[in-house]
C-alpha cells in the first residue's frame, strides 16, 4: 500500500499534542479515540463513534494505553490477536486543553488533572472533528465509562461525521482497506499490552466479563 504521507509528520513534536481517531472493524465496529499524554496514547473505544452535535452523548470505554507510534496504524490486525480485525485512521491532527497557557507541558499539566478528575476538556485540530469537546467519568457504569460530548462552538453541527467515512491517510474506507491485500498488517510483538494505572486501578475490581468486554473493544 502507498501511504499518503501525513500532514502533521511521524515524530513526537515537541510543541504540539496529538490525537487520533481510528475506526477499527473488529468482533464490533467502533472507533478508538486516543489522545497522546507523556508520550502514550490514552485510549477510549467509543462504540457509536465521536459525533458533532452537543445534543449527542457517546459512551466512550477507557481502555489500555497504546504506544505513540500507533496512532499512524492502519491495516490488518490478523485473527488470534488484539483487536484482530482492519483499522483505519479516520481522524488525526493536532489538540490541545482550554487552559489559557502555552507550551505542550502546560497545556499537558492541565490534560492529566482533567483525567485524574474525569472531566477532560479539549480542543481537536482535526480535519473532521474540530473545536472543543469533552470526555466525562459516568457516575455510574464502572470507572471505565466516559462520555465524549462536543461543546456548543462555530465547529458543532447536526450533520451525521461520520457519513465522512475516508481514512484521512489512504482515503480509503475500512471495507475497502479489509478487502486490499496489500493492506498493512500489525506485528502480534507490538501489540499493546501495558495498562494505565488509572486503568488498572479501574478494573481491579471488574469482573473477567467485564474485562472481556474491554479488550473485545480495544
Ligand atoms: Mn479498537
Known amino acids: 500500500m502507498e501511504k ?3 500532514p502533521q509528520g511521524g515524530r ?5 499534542l496529538h490525537f487520533v481517531v481510528q475506526k477499527h472493524a473488529a468482533s464490533r465496529l467502533h472507533y478508538d479515540f486516543r489522545l497522546e499524554m507523556e508520550g502514550t496514547l490514552k485510549s477510549w473505544a467509543v462504540p457509536k463513534g465521536p459525533s458533532v452535535n452537543p445534543a449527542d452523548k457517546r459512551l466512550a470505554i477507557l481502555v489500555e494505553d497504546h504506544p505513540y507510534d500507533y496512532k499512524d496504524f492502519e491495516g490488518t490486525i490478523p485473527a488470534g490477536n488484539y483487536g484482530a ?6 481522524d488525526q491532527g493536532t489538540y490541545e486543553s482550554v487552559g489559557n497557557v502555552k507550551g505542550k507541558a502546560a497545556h499537558t499539566e492541565i490534560l492529566l488533572e482533567g483525567f485524574r478528575k474525569g472531566a477532560l476538556k479539549f480542543r481537536l485540530r482535526g480535519q473532521k472533528l474540530k473545536g472543543e469537546f469533552v470526555l466525562v467519568r459516568t457516575a455510574s457504569g464502572g470507572r471505565n465509562n466516559w462520555l465524549l460530548i462536543k461543546h456548543r462552538d462555530e465547529f458543532a453541527s447536526s450533520n451525521d461525521i461520520l ?3 475516508e481514512s484521512v491517510l489512504s482515503g480509503k474506507t475500512v471495507e475497502a482497506l479489509r478487502d486490499d491485500p496489500q493492506a498493512k498488517r500489525w506485528k502480534s510483538s507490538r501489540t499493546p499490552g501495558r495498562k494505565s494505572a488509572t486503568a488498572k486501578r479501574g478494573a481491579r475490581k471488574k469482573s473477567v466479563r467485564a474485562s472481556k468486554s474491554a479488550r473485545d473493544k480495544g
Open 12 to 16: 513526537a513534536s515537541r510543541t504540539k
Open 163 to 165: 457519513m465522512e467515512e
Open 85 to 90: 480485525g482492519t483499522v483505519i485512521v479516520w
Open 4 to 6: 499518503t504521507p501525513e
